[in-house]
Every structure is written in structure tokens, then in C-alpha cells.
């Protein structure tokens, strides 16, 4: 039997794929800072049987127009707004993703970024990098208070619950809004469910975990920061597109809201010239949600299992 072809779209660790190379033959773009060319991935797809996709990936119809065998698609992310999900179907491919497997270091990603933003972690480092850190008073960069405030997690899934864990270990109060309500998380949480616009009225912290759908693209806009305390803390570990920037820029401008901590963005890469970066109560992080050596390991080794699945076991893990 000829081995499948995969197609691995960003270099990743040899050892990782080393188990495999007895049931695959495996192509690889050798860069490992740098997304593959869209010219070259339509290229490298027009004989491949399974394609293993960051999210810098856009598999749209064109795409797989241009890939005639490909079978499945192993998305390394829980989201998967990079594909066509409907061309996909279309075309009978499978589309896998992977969940659960870095949903507490991406809550903990969502924590610190909690953190740095209320307690201006980053602009105190950048004080004494600075050189300007001559005298201690009383006032010296002072942040918020975590402990005790009221978070508002607006998407429960997974990684929300995984957050609201967090949330009390801080003594905080955990108030959530999702498409329908989580009973056992409620009971084991104590937490609240209230509408979105009542959740935007009380939070501290109002946490973004919501994947990005028609129904949540720019749910957070002039409208939602008009609703939000003054003192309010916005965080966004989700995805970019669920936030309209200009607003949220104006925002943090006028001080209608206190800060925002990001590690997502409507188009990535940022650059360090973008207008959010030039704001001190803006915390951007580069979309490191999943980065911890354990969690990309494990959610590379999930990629290969719903190929392994697909190919040669009893279907994928974790389709889509």
C-alpha cells in the first residue's frame, strides 16, 4: 500500500513526526518563522492526501479546488475560521481540530494577561528600562485589584470554565454569558448567568472566550465599551474578529475603559507601530494563547493522531 501524503504547512521539531514516517510520507515548508506562500501550498496540495495547517492558513474553496486527493485537514487550533468549513463538506473533507488539549495553558495565557494589564506588569518593567525609576511613592505605578472584583467570561466553553477556576482562587466573583447555560458550572463555579449587556454593566473584567461566528464578529464594539464601567478591564484571548479595533481604540483614548489586554487582533501580525501598541493601558501579546513547549507539542501530536485516525484506525479524535 503506498503511504498517504501529508503536507505540514509551517517546520516543526523531526522528532515529533518520527513515529509516523512508517505510515506517512511527510512534506514539509522548512521555515519555521515564516507562514508558507500561498503559491506554494496550492502547489504542494495537488497531490496530497491529508494537510496538517496552522491558522495563518486560509483553506478557502480556491484552496481546495487545488487539492483534488486531500482527505483531511488536521487544524492545529481549536478555531478553525481559517477554513471553509462548508467547501470542506462539500468536497467530503475531513476537518479536525484540537480541543482540550491546551485549554489550561491558554487559561492560564488569559490570567496573565488579567494580571499584566491591572497591574501594569509591562509598563513597570519598561519604567526601569527606561532608567526613570529615581524615587518610591506611594502612587508609583499603581494598578487594580484582581482579588475580590467581579470577572465577566463572556463564551464558556472549556477554556472559560478553565479561567473561572482562576477566578476563584482570587476571591473574585464569576459572572458568564454563553449561547446557553452551564448548569455543572455553576454549581462547581458559583458562577452567574446574566445577558450580555448585564454582564458589560458590572464586570471589573470583561474576558473575551468566544470563537469567531457570524453572531459574534465585532460583538464587542462602541456599543458593548459604552456599557462597560469606566473602571472596566477588557480582555481578549479569543479571537480578534469578535472586537471592532477602532472602537476599542477610541475606547482606551477617552479612557471610557480603563485598559485591555490582547493577545489576539483583526489582522496578524500587529507591527510595533500600530496605534494600539502606542497606548500605555494596552497590553498586546502575539497571539501566544497555546505557547508553552507542552501544550504545541501536544496539539502537533493530536494533529497526527486524526491523521493516524483517519488513515488507519477508526476515524479521526477530534473532528470538527
Keep these: 500500500m503506498t503511504k498517504p501524503l501529508i503536507y505540514i504547512s509551517r517546520k516543526i521539531p523531526k522528532e515529533i513526526i518520527v513515529p509516523y514516517e512508517t505510515k506517512f510520507e511527510f512534506r514539509m515548508w522548512e521555515k519555521e518563522n515564516e507562514p508558507v506562500p500561498r503559491r506554494v501550498l496550492i502547489q504542494e496540495l495537488k497531490e496530497v492526501d491529508g494537510l496538517l495547517c496552522l491558522l495563518t492558513e486560509k483553506v478557502d474553496k480556491d484552496l481546495l479546488e487545488a487539492a483534488p486527493q486531500l482527505k483531511i485537514i488536521a487544524n492545529m487550533a481549536v478555531g478553525y475560521d481559517n477554513i471553509t468549513i462548508d467547501s470542506a463538506n462539500d468536497r467530503g473533507v475531513v476537518v479536525t481540530n484540537t480541543p482540550d488539549v491546551l485549554t489550561e495553558t491558554t487559561a492560564d495565557l488569559t490570567f496573565t494577561l488579567m494580571l499584566a494589564t491591572a497591574r501594569r506588569i509591562v509598563e513597570a518593567a519598561d519604567y526601569i528600562r527606561s532608567d526613570r525609576w529615581e524615587h518610591w511613592s506611594p ?73 469567531l461566528t457570524d453572531s459574534t464578529r465585532k460583538i464587542f464594539n462602541r456599543e458593548a465599551f459604552g456599557k462597560m464601567k469606566s473602571s472596566a478591564i477588557f480582555i481578549n484571548a479569543s479571537r480578534g474578529g469578535t472586537v471592532d479595533e477602532d472602537d476599542l481604540l477610541e475606547a482606551l483614548q477617552t479612557k471610557e475603559i480603563k485598559a485591555a489586554g490582547l493577545d489576539v487582533y ?28 507542552e501544550t504545541r507539542t501536544a496539539m502537533l501530536q493530536l494533529c497526527l493522531e486524526n491523521l493516524a485516525g483517519y488513515f488507519y484506525g477508526d476515524g479521526p479524535k477530534t473532528p470538527v
Aim: charged fraction near 25%.
Design 139 to 211: 502612587y508609583l505605578l499603581a494598578g487594580s485589584d484582581i482579588h475580590h472584583k467581579t470577572i465577566g467570561i463572556v463564551g464558556m466553553g472549556r477554556i472559560g470554565e478553565a479561567v473561572a477556576r482562576r477566578a476563584k482562587g482570587f476571591g473574585m466573583s464569576v459572572l458568564y454569558h454563553n449561547r446557553s447555560r452551564k448548569i455543572e458550572a455553576e454549581k462547581e463555579l458559583q458562577a452567574k448567568y446574566t445577558s450580555f449587556d448585564q454582564l458589560l454593566k458590572e464586570a471589573d473584567f470583561v474576558v473575551s472566550m468566544v470563537p
Design 266 to 293: 483583526t489582522e496578524e501580525p500587529i507591527r510595533g507601530d500600530h496605534p494600539l501598541m502606542n497606548l500605555t493601558n494596552a497590553v498586546c501579546f502575539p497571539h501566544i494563547g497555546s505557547a508553552s513547549i
